[in-house]
Structure formats: C-alpha cells, structure tokens
C-alpha cells in the first residue's frame, strides 16, 4: 500500500464546497485585503488560542518579525532560541539586525533545554523565543522564571502547535507575543500563505496593526517603517472554514499519535514522548535512529513517504556563518537533524495506512541494512 507523506488534496476535497462558497463570497464582495472573513477569522482564532488579540498575516515569518520589530531589538542585542527549527524562527531575530543566540535542545522533547538557558544570557540578551516543535509545548514554567529573573520578553514560535497545550491552557499567550503559521502544511492552514500574531497586550495589538500596514496608525500617515504584511481576504475565509474542523482533525492527529506509539513499541525506533505538562497537537511525528538515513531510503522504496525535520541545525547553516558556529557546539541538535524521521500523520490518513507505514518499519529492522 502506498502511503503518501502529506494529503492536502484530501482535506481540501472533504471541505470543498463550503471553501468554495467561502472564497466565492470574497471575489463577489471585493475584500481582497483584510476585510470581513480576516475580521471574523481574527476574533475565531483569539477565541481558540484562548487571547484577546489576533492579527491576521501573510506568513508566520511576517508575524514572528514584528514581534520582534515590537521589541525594538537592533544591532548588539542578543535572542536566545533553539538550533533545532525550521530557519524563519531565526530570521525573526536576524531580520532586526539582532544576533541568535542559540541554546540546545532536550534530547526527550527536542525543545530548547530550559536548564541550558541561564549559561547562555549576557547584558546584551533582550528575549527568548522557544518553539513549539512538532506541535509539543516547550516547558513554558521554567522559561518564564529566567525572563522575569533576567527581565526578558518571551516571544512563542507557536508555528507549528495551533491548540497544543501547556499545563491544559492552550499556548500562544504565556510571553507577550506568538507567532503562528497557516502555510498549508500546517495543522491550520490557508490556501496561499498565512500567519498570525496573538496577544493580551492593547498597546502590542495596535503597534503590530500599524506594522503590518504600512506603519500606519492613520491612512497615509507613517509613524514608523512598517511593512505590507496583511492578510489576505481569501485566505481568511479559507481558514475561517478550516478552523471550525480543527478540534475534531487535532483529535484525530492525536489518535494517529497513540496508535504509532503501540505500533511502533517494542522496535527499535526512538519514538516521541508527550511530556506531562503538555498536551501536543503532533504536527509532525517523528521518530529517531542511528539508521535513519537506510530507514528512509527503504520506506521511500516501498511507497511509504517520509520527511526530514530538520537535517541541518540553524547553526550549522550557511546563511548563518557569521554567527561563527562549529560541528560540536550543539551536540543533541545535531544527533536529531541526523536521526530524526518524520512518518506520515494527518487527520485523512487511515488505520489501515497506518498499520502499512508500521509494517514497513518492522520489515526494514528485519533486513540486513538495519543491523
Ligand atoms: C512554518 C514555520 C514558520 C514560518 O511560517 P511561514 O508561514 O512559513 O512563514 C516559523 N517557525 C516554524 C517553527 C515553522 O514551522
């Protein structure tokens, strides 16, 4: 049986007369900006994440930026965040002008290690900006200690963890400021590109609108350099419908997830574990080996798809060479990009798909290339 990595064909297929209707409201009333289903959107998803604010963008790098453009970061100021990530937490930092600073990850969560994250704070650290990797929280208590200790912003790359608990409470509001992502790969995601940034705070919500336009609290009037980061109407509408699926599809991830786990037990994979303060949204499910690279190439061969979140640390990127970084600075981010494996979880997947990636898996111990 073949099992493909992703299926957004399906989901859009389960959904695609309310999504046609959705879009076709927007062409007919001509809100291609913003405008009322971005409105609505933005009130349905505040409600979700359980906020007073959120602001719809048009990526989650977008809203990660002016979160940090809210800061007031600049040259010489230092953010604290993890290696192992997709690249745009760091750009987030970087395109203030700031510099990354790195610190590594829990080798059970993969999550930035709160107990490396004092070593690392200079006079010059200003914020930390964990990530709620593949839908687990990051341990939020802890973290939130070293801010206040240290008076540091704490800004969540909740890309990744639409609805993904911490302590029962969904994440998103615990820093000042989050970040999430509706590209379409995500456990929400637009037809196009999207993102979003969540806050309690009044003074955040209305600088981060201006951001997003332009800088422009008053049309054609720039208080500061902003940027044309809006939502589009088409892709709140599109996610207005979505959003409304998203409990009963984040059960079904997590169903998915359980089911692996018995599956999975007993070979020899790492399988991800779901700390007991947090309730994860398993965007991705990703297992680890010393074998992956044979495991992959041998699942891919028998039309089971999988992926790779991350193979190369943030640190270890060429875009970030200036940074100075060496093989050996982060020693669990780097076992991870070369063990981990991401095996195929979305709500349309089947049991009986699951039971072919399972079995596969087992086959592949069974042959001679996984001893
Ligand atoms: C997807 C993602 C982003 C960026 O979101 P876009 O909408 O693709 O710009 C940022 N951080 C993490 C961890 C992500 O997975």
């Known amino acids: 049986m073949n099992v493909p990595y992703f299926d957004l064909k399906g989901q859009t297929q389960s959904i695609r007369g309310e999504l046609d209707r959705a879009i076709a409201e927007q062409l007919d ?3 291609f900006c913003l405008g009322p289903a971005v409105d609505a959107f933005e009130k349905a998803f505040a409600a979700y994440t359980g906020a007073k604010y959120s602001l719809g963008f048009n990526s989650g790098t977008s809203a ?12 010489g100021d230092e953010v604290i965040t993890t290696p192992f990530t997709f690249v745009a937490t760091s750009w987030a930092i970087v395109y ?3 510099k990354p600073v790195y610190v590594d990850i829990d080798p059970a969560t993969m999550n930035l290690d709160p107990a490396k994250i004092e070593a690392a704070i200079t006079p010059r650290t200003k914020a930390i900006m ?13 973290i939130l200690q070293i801010c206040a200790k240290h008076k540091l912003a704490l800004i969540e790359d909740a890309a990744q963890a639409h609805g993904a608990k911490y302590k029962g409470k969904p994440v998103g509001t615990f820093g000042a400021m989050s970040g999430f992502s509706f590209y379409p790969g995500k456990n929400l995601g637009a037809c196009g590109e999207g993102g979003a940034l969540v806050t309690n705070d009044d003074a955040i919500y209305k600088r981060a609108k201006a951001l997003r336009e332009h800088g422009s609290y008053e049309r054609y009037y720039h208080d500061e350099i902003g940027y044309n980061y809006r939502m589009e109407g088409i892709q709140g509408a599109a996610l207005g419908v979505k959003l409304k699926r998203l409990p009963a599809w984040t059960a079904r991830r997590r169903e998915l997830a359980h089911r692996y786990h018995a599956l999975l037990k007993g070979t020899p994979l790492t399988l991800p574990v779901e700390a007991a303060y947090g309730e994860s949204v398993y965007h991705l499910y990703v297992v680890r080996h010393t074998k ?3 495991l992959r190439e041998y699942l891919t061969k028998n039309g089971i798809g999988c992926a790779l979140h991350y193979p190369l640390p943030c ?4 875009c970030f060479a200036s940074l100075g970084h060496k ?7 780097e076992r991870s990009a070369k063990e981990c494996l991401s095996l195929p979880i979305y709500p349309e997947m089947t049991n009986e798909q699951q039971d072919a990636v399972a079995a596969a898996i087992k086959a592949f111990f069974a042959t001679p290339a996984a001893a």
Do not use: E
């Not at 990660?64 to 040259?75: F, K």
């Not at 964990?130 to 802890?142: E, F, S």
């Not at 640190?315 to 060429?318: A, E, F, I, R, S």
């Not at 093989?327 to 981010?333: E, S």
């Open 292 to 294: 992956r690279d044979a």
């Open 315 to 318: 640190h270890l990127q060429k």
């Open 64 to 75: 990660l930026h002016v979160a940090t453009r809210i800061l007031n970061l600049g040259p």
């Open 327 to 333: 093989v050996g600075d982060f020693p669990v981010a």
């Open 96 to 98: 203030t002008n700031a």
């Open 130 to 142: 964990p990530v709620h990797l593949y839908g687990h929280p990051v341990d939020l208590d802890p």
């Open 29 to 31: 009333n001509g809100s």
